[in-house]
């Protein structure tokens, strides 16, 4: 059984930066498409990016050319890189990950909190 492991959110101040992990455990993250998802209080949950076993990405709107999303294979980790930070990128953020490279995500971790401030 895949399970996935966040870590990096805080608080942090319009205009700065996070850096979130995802730690893979119980199989590879190598191949498989995993992605970065978040929601926020009140609103549905938004893709936010994903990369595929060929390591190639996709990022929502809101956060192109903010957000970078990388795979480190050898330590089985996800990362989420976030730089200019908005307040409306407020939000609890979940790594996730599908049984092969379909993005059908089928492994969810439990979360980390990002809070911007203005």
């Known amino acids: 059984q895949v399970q996935l492991a966040e870590s990096g959110g805080g608080s942090v101040q319009a205009g700065g930066s996070l850096r979130l992990s995802c730690g893979v455990s119980?199989?590879?993250?190598?191949?498989?498409?995993m992605g970065w998802f978040r929601q926020a209080p009140g609103k549905e949950r938004e893709g936010v990016a994903r990369?595929?076993?060929?390591?190639?990405?996709w990022y929502g709107d809101s956060v192109k050319g903010r957000f970078t999303i990388s795979k480190d294979n050898a330590k089985n980790t996800l990362y989420l890189q976030m730089n200019s930070l908005k307040s409306e990128d407020t939000a609890m953020y979940y790594c996730?990950?599908?049984?092969?490279?379909?993005?059908?995500?089928?492994?969810w971790g439990q979360g980390t909190q990002v809070t911007v401030s203005s």
């Open positions: 990369i595929d076993i060929d390591g190639s990405t």
């Open positions: 119980g199989g590879t993250s190598s191949r498989r498409c």
């Open positions: 996730a990950a599908a049984m092969g490279w379909r993005c059908l995500f089928s492994y």
